[in-house]
């Protein structure tokens, strides 16, 4: 009798630790923002005028900010910092700069300047 209690115990543990712990972790909180989008990207400067309507923009997270990696020789918007704007989407604040950055699980959307310098991109996974 002893065995099959054991094992009742253990699908039982099993079973409420797999549904507790499926709802807990809050999407902003974990690193589904990360990834690869592609789509339309652009950038202006002084010197470059670079539109591609097939680029992409790779995303990576440090501690509480984000960089954004543009393909076709775009340089990089590095050190953007996020606030949650929901429990799926975060907005861009205090980042040195001014306009917007839009991301989600699916799509990354963005109109930002910095240093007379302008990056867009309105990406999909």
Known sequence: ?????????????????FVSCSKDTDPADTDIFAGTFRG???????EKNISQDNGSVFVTKIGTRYDFRF??????????????????TM???GSSGTGLIT??????IIG???????WTADCGR
């Open 91 to 93: 907005i861009s604040v």
């Open 1 to 17: 009798m002893k065995p099959i209690l054991s094992i009742i115990g253990v699908l039982l543990l099993s079973a409420i630790l």
């Open 40 to 46: 339309k990207i652009g950038y202006v400067d002084s």
């Open 112 to 118: 930002f300047a910095r240093d007379g310098r302008s």
């Open 103 to 108: 991301i989600n699980k699916d799509k990354l």
């Open 71 to 88: 393909s076709d020789g775009i340089p990089d918007l590095t050190g953007v910092q996020f606030e949650k704007k929901d429990d799926n």
